[in-house]
C-alpha cells in the first residue's frame, strides 16, 4: 500500500489548474446531422487545453426542453473516440446530454502528438514535468469546464463515467455530481503492478525493468495520479465498478479507495457478466439522476 502523499500534492495539481485556466476553452463546435437522430442532435467540439493543445469531443443534446442531466464520458487509454461506449443503447442521447471527449494522443485529438497504446501510460515518465498524463487529466478537467458552459446542463446533475479519470475530474473539478468509474491502473499502480501481467497495469512494470535508473523517480510521480491521494477530494455520490473476485482491483483492494472517499459510495463488484454489471450501473445512474421509479435505458438485447 502506498503510504506516503508527496508533501507537494497539492501545490502540484494547484499549479496544473492555474496553468489550464490560463488557457481559453475557445470552443469550436459544428453540427453532424447524419449522426443526428429523431431525438437528439450532435456535433463535433473543438477546445483548448494546456500547451496550447487541441481537443476533440462528441456532444449529444437530447431534442426538447432542458435543461438535462450529462453523462461526461472521460477520456479513456484507448485509440479510439466513440459518441457513447460501444454496447449503450443510442436511446441514452434521448435522455442524456452526452460528451465523450479525447485526450491529447487519441484519434481525433492526435495532431501533433499521436499516442502509442500500449505506451501512452509511461510516455515522458522520465520528469514531472514531461509525463503526459499531467497534459491527460488537464484535457479531462478541461472537459468539465466546457460542459458548464453549455446552458442546456443541469448543474445538479453531472456524472463523470469512465476509467480512473472519472475519478480524478470529479476530485479536481467540483461540478461533477455523481461518479461511474472503473478503476482500472492509477489505484496504487506501483503495488499493483507486481500482481498481474496484463496491460495496461503492466505498462508500468515494464517500463521499470526497462528503465532502472529511473525507476524511483518513475514510482514518485505516479504517486501524484494515485486515486488513494485523490479520494478525499470526491463529494459526488459515486459507484465505483471493481474487478472480481480474483481481479487486481477486486471490491477487497477497493475497499480502502472506499473508505476514504468522504461522500456517500457504493462498491460493486463484477459478477463476470457484462450484462449484469452493465445493468447494475443503468439502475444505479438513473436512480441517482431520475429517482427509483424510473426505468433505465438499456441496449435491446438486454430487455
Request: include cysteine; proline fraction near 7%.
Amino acid at each position: 500500500m502506498s503510504k506516503n502523499r508527496p508533501s507537494d500534492f497539492g501545490s502540484f495539481w494547484y499549479t496544473v489548474g492555474k496553468e489550464l485556466a490560463e488557457i481559453p476553452v475557445a470552443p469550436e463546435v459544428e453540427s453532424i446531422p447524419m449522426r443526428s437522430t429523431d431525438f437528439a442532435d450532435l456535433y463535433g467540439v473543438r477546445l483548448s487545453s494546456i500547451g496550447p493543445y487541441r481537443l476533440f469531443g462528441y456532444l449529444s443534446i437530447p431534442k426538447g426542453e432542458g435543461p438535462f442531466p450529462v453523462i461526461y464520458y472521460v477520456p479513456k487509454n484507448a485509440s479510439v473516440l466513440e459518441i457513447i461506449p460501444q454496447g449503450t443503447s443510442n436511446e441514452i442521447r434521448s435522455r442524456y446530454i452526452t460528451f465523450s471527449l479525447a485526450c491529447r494522443g487519441m484519434r481525433n485529438s492526435d495532431s501533433p502528438y499521436a499516442a502509442m497504446y500500449p505506451g501512452q501510460l509511461t510516455d515522458g515518465l522520465e520528469s514531472h514535468e514531461t509525463y503526459v498524463y499531467r497534459s491527460i487529466v488537464a484535457d479531462t478537467v478541461r472537459g468539465a469546464d466546457y460542459i458548464m458552459t453549455r446552458p442546456e446542463v443541469d448543474k445538479n446533475r453531472v456524472a463523470a463515467w469512465g476509467n480512473d479519470n472519472a475519478i480524478l475530474a470529479a476530485a479536481l473539478h467540483d461540478s461533477i455530481t455523481h461518479i461511474v468509474s472503473t478503476p482500472a491502473y492509477l489505484f496504487d499502480p506501483i503495488e499493483s503492478v507486481s500482481k498481474t501481467d496484463s496491460y495496461p497495469l503492466a505498462e508500468f512494470g515494464d517500463y521499470i525493468r526497462s528503465n532502472p535508473s529511473n525507476s524511483d523517480m518513475a514510482r514518485s510521480i505516479l504517486e501524484y495520479f494515485n486515486l488513494r491521494w485523490h479520494a478525499q477530494s470526491i463529494t459526488a455520490n459515486t459507484l465505483i465498478m471493481a474487478d472480481h473476485e480474483d481481479g487486481i482491483y477486486s471490491t477487497e483492494t477497493l475497499s480502502d479507495l472506499k473508505e476514504l472517499i468522504p461522500s456517500e459510495i457504493t462498491l460493486h463488484g463484477s459478477e463476470r457478466s457484462s450484462f449484469k454489471d452493465g445493468l447494475f450501473a443503468e439502475n444505479w445512474i438513473t436512480s441517482e439522476m431520475f429517482g427509483k421509479e424510473v426505468s433505465p435505458i438499456v441496449p435491446e438485447h438486454w430487455r
